[in-house]
């Protein structure tokens, strides 16, 4: 698929080839190269909500910021396609998974006074309720992890049984989670929305940012990926983590666990994660 029109107005000469990138579930994505030998990156689709590129733009701004990761330039936004300044398929630099460690460290000790953000956006292609509330733990149990019991995909997957548990861990959370300032979060930091710059430096793609816990964000980091310690340990040097936060990190992976469920009819694997961490936290 090549799109002529995606490039309009960019001065990148005309586009001669896309090629698809694979990654991502909402859109589809490819890699576009011009006449003038530059290239960037293109996600489109049409059945997609208005807003969801305008939201993903002004979160990839609001990740902008000196000693943090670097993140795509924005070229272009309308309803139907983004088009971002594009990293290529760089290696990782030596220093790849301290950088990336005391990067998010430097993200997350960008804070405000409320838990949300000055609107709502999309997690997947669901959306991310993200009122301003003052007690982390309420906005975590309301917006993180109840919101999405209502959600068909959900409300078929888990039993009656399920949902008592799940609003009976979300009543506890203040006993299980120490309180935490609002940091400023990707939201979605799994190990494919992290890749290398050209130089070889961690980046950030794909966000739905908003002000949380800082330990949510490590909590999808580890839960998805093959991470090494190197990137927690630098981490701490930067901002160090409350006591027991690796014990921590499934219980606050089950807002991903029930993302998954929601979005998908076969997600017996998520499933069986929140039973076994609804076992664990009831």
């Known amino acids: 698929m090549l799109t002529p029109a995606w490039l309009d107005g960019l001065a990148l000469g005309d586009a001669i080839s896309a090629d698809s990138v694979e990654g991502g579930y909402a859109s589809r994505t490819y890699r576009v190269r011009t006449s003038l030998g530059r290239s960037v990156i293109v996600k489109t689709q049409t059945e997609l909500p208005p807003d969801l590129y305008a939201r993903e733009a002004d979160g990839l701004d609001a990740l902008r910021s000196p000693g943090a990761f670097a993140v795509p330039e924005v070229l272009r ?18 220093t790849y998974w301290e950088n990336a460690g005391r990067a998010l460290a430097r993200q997350h000790q960008q804070t405000a006074d409320k838990f949300g953000y000055h609107h709502d956006n999309y997690l997947g292609v669901l959306p991310q309720r993200n009122p301003w509330s003052t007690d982390g733990h309420t906005f975590f149990a309301e917006h993180r992890l109840l919101r999405y019991l209502e959600v068909p995909n959900c409300y078929n997957a888990l039993s009656a049984d399920d949902r008592r548990r799940l609003e009976r861990v979300a009543n506890r959370l203040p006993n299980l989670v120490p309180s935490q300032p609002p940091s400023l979060l990707h939201g979605d930091l799994w190990h ?81 994660k929140i039973h076994a961490t609804l076992a664990h936290f009831a």
């Open 77 to 94: 936004v309308t309803p139907t396609f983004i088009v971002l300044a594009d990293f290529g398929t760089s290696s990782p630099s030596p």
């Open 192 to 272: 494919g929305n992290l890749l290398p710059t050209p130089e070889g430096y961690p980046a950030l793609i794909d966000p739905a940012v908003y002000y949380g816990w800082a330990e949510a964000e490590l909590s999808m980091l580890h839960g998805c990926g093959n991470i090494p310690d190197t990137l927690y340990d630098a981490y701490q040097e930067v901002r160090p983590l409350a006591p027991g936060w690796r014990d921590r990190l499934p219980l606050l992976h089950l807002r991903e666990h029930l993302c998954v469920t929601a979005h998908f009819t076969d997600s017996a694997t998520a499933v069986e």
